[in-house]
């Protein structure tokens, strides 16, 4: 069975660091395209980048370029979402993806909450 | 690049057929067989519905269908189920990214 397996809530302060992860199990984790999308509180599905653990390829939406870094550890399937100054814009619900080879998601994680207060 | 465009709120009665409409450009939704939809229950992560424009995971019911004509994708449900209010997604493949819809809010009379 495929899983993703986030990290917990986090709450922070403005101007903090932040290193989320997304730990996948049950298929080859280098073989699939993985991924963050954001929700904002009340607001709809951003998609922000990904990554392909097989040989750390990584695209970024134009949005998010520059503003986070995604990232994995093969080794232990696990993908990264971090942020080295997190602003209270950043509050928001973050999931990873999985994404086939039609770039559609096909598995969800379960969400990690951040919380950044000013 | 923008967010494809859906409209904000769809309604219908149980039994009835709705369609949402996802309009994008000839860089995303024109130019790609990637479109996928999603549905998303308050507090529940999203859940793939549609994907390669009209193609069904195993699970979902067949009420549920997916097509595309020039760069405008549609979801058409059918047969309406009071479990089918949730807001719903279209995604495309945009050429090295990926951009979402903006939602649209299914409401079940």
């Known amino acids: 069975e495929v899983q993703l397996v986030q990290s917990g809530a986090e709450v922070k302060k403005s101007g903090e660091s932040l290193k989320m992860s997304c730990k996948g199990s049950?298929?080859?984790?280098?073989?699939?395209?993985i991924g963050w999308v954001r929700q904002m509180p009340g607001k709809g599905l951003e998609w922000m980048g990904i990554?392909?653990?097989?040989?750390?390829?990584?695209r970024y939406s134009p949005s998010f370029q520059g503003q986070v870094t995604i990232s994995a550890d093969k080794s232990i399937s696990t993908a990264y979402l971090q942020w080295s100054s997190l602003k209270a814009s950043d509050t928001a619900m973050y999931y990873c993806?999985?994404?086939?080879?039609?770039?559609?998601?096909?598995?969800w994680g379960q969400g990690t909450l951040v919380t950044v207060s000013s | 690049q923008s967010a494809l465009t859906q409209p904000r709120s769809v309604s219908g009665s149980p039994g009835q057929s709705v369609t949402i409409s996802c309009t994008g450009t000839?860089?995303?939704?024109?130019?790609?067989?990637?479109v996928s939809w999603y549905q998303q229950h308050p507090g529940k992560a999203p859940k793939l519905m549609i994907y390669?424009?009209?193609k069904r995971p195993s699970g979902v019911p067949d009420r549920f269908s997916g097509s595309k004509s020039g760069n405008t994708a549609s979801l058409t449900i059918s047969g309406l189920q009071a479990e089918d209010e949730a807001d719903y997604y279209c995604?495309?493949?945009?050429?090295?990214?990926?951009?979402f819809g903006g939602g649209t809010k299914l409401t079940v009379l």
């Open positions: 995604c495309s493949y945009a050429g090295s990214s990926v951009v």
């Open positions: 990554i392909y653990p097989g040989d750390s390829d990584t």
């Open positions: 993806a999985r994404h086939s080879g039609s770039y559609s998601i096909d598995y």
């Open positions: 000839s860089s995303d939704v024109g130019g790609y067989k990637y």
């Open positions: 390669d424009v009209t």
């Open positions: 049950g298929y080859t984790f280098t073989s699939y395209w």
